[in-house]
């Protein structure tokens, strides 16, 4: 499947971050979007809870 010869941890790393880019050294259980939200997402639910509760 590798273009170049040689095992894939003989490649270097590469330059895009691994949001845009996943590459095998990077975590499996992060979601999609983890780059675009920082927090976690229930820590973002409970913001928007807090949020839409001052509101009021």
Known sequence: MTSNPGSWCERPKPQAPSCELPSPWSKPKQPDNWCDTPKDPVL?????????????
């Open 44 to 56: 973002k639910v409970l913001d928007l809870v807090l949020k839409s509760a001052r509101r009021k």
